[in-house]
Every structure is written in structure tokens, then in C-alpha cells.
């Protein structure tokens, strides 16, 4: 656990105390990006078979009819408890509002994400915002919309969410809870005890006794779960937005997708080879699987003992299909029996939770990161088979918060967000050769210049003479200028030898700006910017993200 003092952030203005710039940078420009993201981004038509929307939602708002299939009576139960679950975490009077417009006919923009501990990765914060965004953008569009967070509670890593990081002048550090339940237990169901208390005041210990603290000594305490916790402190942070947030562990919930539960254990056979066939598509088109499916898969857990097991189907000896929980054996009848009896039991896996959540509301698009928008390639078929239609998505914002200090360096270096992402060595290098002497800088760019304008004197003789010799004059072009690339890198590693000061700079702004080597939103934990800048930061981003940018978004703040 963290335990190192760091109060710098008693004394940091607010946002609005800061000058705030956003610049819309390419995914293209991103490490780890697939192809699949990248060109659902452009909308190439390569991918218009497997998103049948486009991910600008101007394009077709108006067209969508969430509420015409949405059966009344399932609209009433639902609200109803969606009403009780945000009384119970001190819902404000603008998300219990929505809920009454949701009562009354509105659509949802949807997000959701597993409950991470003090709020999971800055992406939290940035996947509400965008449904936000979104829902106030419909409604603008004559579509009343309002914006829902799903709590996914029902997920099992615990692993994925018992921790958060925390930045510090000596890097990230990690802030962890050992709370825990029965090994694949719900991870709405892990109980805080007493060692909460300790948990907060480590990353009180790191942050200082900000405003935010009071938040998370409210929400993390004895007795609340991991999904309670989450959902108070959200609650808290969302409720001048109106964000209404979903549980679907909820009993009464779970009643209601239980026709969901049914049909994807009578249909797994079918939703199984339509998932195979979709999983060929999209590799015959050049894309990858985001999940992995077999001929023995379906799309339902089940909770025994605690922990919750996937089931798992296969045609027996006697040619009869049962189905599997671990060494368990049912048949179809079995099963389907359970789940009208005990629909709490049961919950969706990842491509099946999409069709649950559009069945319990009349989803108008659903806002999620890169593996996300590849789910839906693959869910597609699934919502065809199950509700026959296709829920849009759309991209949630993603950004790179660029604070006062990391920007006085990268300015200080002549450096960009996009040489973070090289790596702390390559970042270092490119620092210390912008702190070379001016004479030898000066020298490097004359010889650069100089080599060009030889080369193309070279190449525009060549082509009088012989235009088969162009290629060769490229290629020797390319390893010259590489050469002087060289010797200028050389200069700035024998520069970097001799100051230490380049090389802490470049590990803070690599800690800052693009920690382990993974985007900032995805590694640093949404309450370190919460406790840094206040809960105005939230206004901030929303005020400040674009919506008109589905790439990477850097916000400055000077």
C-alpha cells in the first residue's frame, strides 16, 4: 500500500483557474491500435457489414426508435428500480428526474464499466462524460434521451478491480484493497471490512486531505460492497449531470431478463454458429476476434456455491444436447427450469450483456473504448438472433490529461504527447538533443539541409539520364540521411551522459503522460484527478472534450 506523504495538490488552482486547450490527435498515432478500431473510426466500408451505424450519432439520431419496441410495462418495472437503487446511493434531484423521463418515454445513452476501486482509471470519468455528451446532443436533436451507467457488478475479476494508481513525484503507485469473497465471486458481492479504512487513508497519505477524500470516506466504508461504493461515489460525482446508474445484480432486474436467460440456452446452438461464422468474416476481412468463441460455448454463467461458473453445452452419447457446470450435468429442460425459478442465478457473458442491457432499456446507442466497439462486431448477429435489431455504438472519449508541469516540459524540450509514446529512451534522447549547443544544432541542420538539396540535384540529373536509377537514388538518400540521423542521436546520448536532469524529466513526463507504456486514461486512477483539481474538473472536460473528435483528445492545461 502507498503510504508516501504528497500534498502538492493542497495548494493547485482549479480548472477554472487554468488555461485549457484540447487538440484531437489520430488514433493512427496510438500505440496498440487495431485495424478494426481504426477503420470503424473512418467508417471504411470494409467494416459497414459488421456496424451497421456509422459512429457519428448526428447521422442518424433521429432515425432511431428505441422506445417503439420497448414494451410499456417493462419500461414501468425498471424504472421503478432504477428509482429505488439511485435513492439508495443519494441519488440528486436531477438523476431521479431522469428517471422519471425514462418512466415517462425517453431513450438511454448507455455506458458501463466494472467497479474499480475509489472509481477505476480516469476512463470511468470519461465513459460517463461522453454518455452525457451524447444524451444532452439527442435531446438537442428532438430524441429526449438521458444517460445511464451500467454497474457491472456481475463480472468476476476481482483482480481488475481491487486496486487503483495513484501518480507521485516518485511515479504511479498502486493502492490496493485485500477485501475479497469466495474465489469467483461476483465482485458486487465482496464486502468491505474494517481494512477499508486503511485503504482510504493510504491514498489520503498520497494525495492529501483534499475535498475528493471526503467523497471516498463516504463511499468506501465498512459494510459496502466493491458495486455500492463505486455506485455512491459516482453518484456523487454525476449527480448535477443527472447520470442514472444501473445495478444489474438486482433480483428484480434479473426477473425481467429472464426471457433473455431462456432464449440464449434454447438458441445456443444457433447463436453459437452464427457467432463462428461472424468470427470467420471478420478474420477473412483482415480483423481479429475480440472474444473467442467455441463450438461448445454459450453465453450464460451461473452462480453456485458463490462463485460463478460459465456453462458450457455438448451432445452427449445418447445424441441429446446437456449442458455442463463444471462436473455438473443438466439437460435443456433442467436448465431452462432453473432459470424460470431462480432468474438471479443467472448472468451474461460479455456478447450476451449487451442484448440484456437493451432488453431491460430502450438503448438509443451504447458509448465504449476500442474493445468494446470489437465486441460489437462480434454481438451483432447475437442482437439480430435475440431482439432483431443491431443497438448502435459509438466511441467514448478518450484523452490525455497534459498538467501544468508535464507541459512546462514538454515545451522546455520541444517535445509533443506523441514522444511519449515512443518510450522513456527514445524521450530522453530526442530531450537531450533538443539541449545540444546551439552551434551544433545549427551544424546537424545545415548538413540536413545541405544532404536534401544535393540529393534532389543528384535524382533530377539521374532521371534526365536514366529514370531506372530513381529507386536506387531513394534508397541511398534514405541511408544518408539516416546516417546524419545517427550521429545526431550519438551526440544527444553523450549529452544525456552528462545530465542527469534530462533523464529524470523524461521519466516524469513517461510516468505523466504514458505510464508503464499504456495510455494515462487506462493506468492512472480517476480520483487522483479528482483530488488534484476538484470535482470541477469534471465540469471542465465536459465543457472542453469534443464531441466532434472520436480520436484521442489531449487536454492541456497551462
Known amino acids: ?208 486531505p483534499v475535498p475528493a477524500m471526503d467523497l471516498l470516506r463516504e463511499s468506501y466504508r465498512p459494510g459496502e460492497t466493491l458495486g455500492s461504493a463505486f455506485a455512491r461515489l459516482f453518484t456523487a460525482l454525476f449527480g448535477e449531470f443527472g447520470v442514472i446508474l444501473m445495478d444489474p445484480s438486482d433480483a428484480e432486474l434479473h426477473s425481467i431478463a429472464q426471457p433473455i436467460y431462456t432464449a440464449a440456452i434454447e438458441r445456443a446452438h444457433e447463436i453459437d454458429e452464427a457467432l463462428l461464422a461472424r468470427g470467420k468474416e471478420l478474420e477473412s476481412a483482415g480483423y481479429h476476434q475480440q472474444v473467442k468463441v467455441t463450438p461448445s460455448s454459450t453465453l450464460l454463467f451461473i452462480l453456485k456455491d458463490g462463485a460463478r461458473i460459465p456453462i458450457h453445452r455438448r451432445v452427449n452419447g445418447n445424441n441429446a444436447l446437456e449442458f455442463l ?27 450476451l450483456r449487451p442484448i440484456v442491457q437493451d432488453h431491460l432499456l430502450p438503448t438509443l446507442a451504447y458509448t465504449g473504448g476500442s474493445a468494446e466497439v470489437a465486441y460489437f462486431a462480434q454481438v451483432g448477429v447475437v442482437y439480430e438472433k435475440l431482439l432483431g435489431h443491431v443497438t448502435p455504438i459509438v466511441p467514448r472519449f478518450s484523452a490525455t490529461v497534459v498538467e501544468p508541469k508535464a507541459k512546462s516540459l514538454l515545451d522546455r524540450y520541444h517535445l509533443e504527447l506523441k514522444d511519449a509514446f515512443r518510450g522513456e529512451d527514445a524521450l530522453r534522447e530526442k530531450a537531450a538533443a533538443s539541449t545540444l549547443p546551439d552551434e551544433l544544432q545549427g551544424a546537424f541542420d545545415r548538413a540536413a539541409q545541405s544532404l536534401e538539396k544535393s540529393l534532389d540535384d543528384v535524382k533530377s540529373a539521374l532521371i534526365r539520364l536514366d529514370k531506372t536509377l530513381v529507386e536506387a537514388t531513394d534508397n541511398a538518400a534514405s541511408k544518408m540521411q539516416h546516417q546524419l540521423e545517427s550521429l545526431r542521436a550519438r551526440a544527444a546520448r553523450a549529452e544525456l551522459r552528462q545530465s542527469e536532469v534530462i533523464g529524470r524529466h523524461a521519466q516524469q513526463l513517461s510516468n505523466s503522460l504514458f505510464p508503464n507504456r499504456v495510455l494515462q486514461e487506462r493506468e492512472v486512477g480517476a480520483i487522483y484527478f479528482l483530488a488534484r483539481y476538484g470535482v470541477e474538473f469534471l465540469q471542465t472536460l465536459h465543457d472542453t472534450l469534443q464531441s466532434s473528435c472520436h480520436d484521442h483528445q489531449i487536454v492541456t492545461f497551462d
Open 325 to 351: 457446470i463444471k462436473d455438473e450435468k443438466l439437460s435443456q429442460d433442467q436448465l431452462l427450469r432453473h432459470i424460470a425459478e431462480k432468474p438471479n442465478d443467472f448472468s451474461p457473458n460479455v456478447l
Open 1 to 208: 500500500m502507498a503510504t508516501v506523504a504528497n500534498h502538492e495538490a493542497d495548494c493547485l488552482p482549479t480548472p477554472g483557474e487554468l488555461s485549457v486547450k484540447v487538440d484531437c490527435l489520430s488514433f493512427t498515432h496510438i500505440p496498440h491500435s487495431t485495424k478494426l478500431f481504426l477503420d470503424f473510426l473512418s467508417y471504411s466500408p470494409k467494416v459497414r457489414s459488421f456496424y451497421p451505424s456509422s459512429p457519428n450519432i448526428s447521422d442518424w439520431v433521429t432515425q432511431q426508435t428505441p422506445g417503439k419496441r420497448y414494451d410499456s410495462a417493462r419500461r414501468q418495472r425498471v424504472s421503478d428500480a432504477l428509482a429505488r437503487q439511485n435513492r439508495s446511493w443519494n441519488a440528486s434531484p436531477k438523476s431521479l428526474a431522469n428517471i422519471e423521463r425514462l418512466r415517462a418515454g425517453a431513450s438511454a445513452v448507455v455506458t458501463g464499466q466494472q467497479v474499480g476501486l475509489f472509481g477505476g482509471p480516469f476512463f470511468s470519468l470519461l465513459k460517463a462524460l461522453t454518455a452525457v455528451k451524447h444524451a444532452e446532443e439527442a435531446t438537442s436533436a428532438g430524441v429526449d434521451a438521458v444517460p445511464i451507467f451500467w454497474l457491472a457488478t456481475n463480472d468476476h475479476d476481482l483482480a481488475e478491480v481491487n486496486h487503483t494508481a495513484i501518480l507521485s513525484s516518485e511515479g504511479l503507485r498502486e493502492v490496493a484493497t485485500p477485501s475479497r469473497g469466495v474465489d469467483d465471486a461476483p465482485v458486487g458481492t465482496v464486502t468491505f471490512g474494517p481494512e477499508i479504512e486503511e485503504v482510504v487513508k493510504s491514498a489520503i497519505d498520497v494525495l492529501g
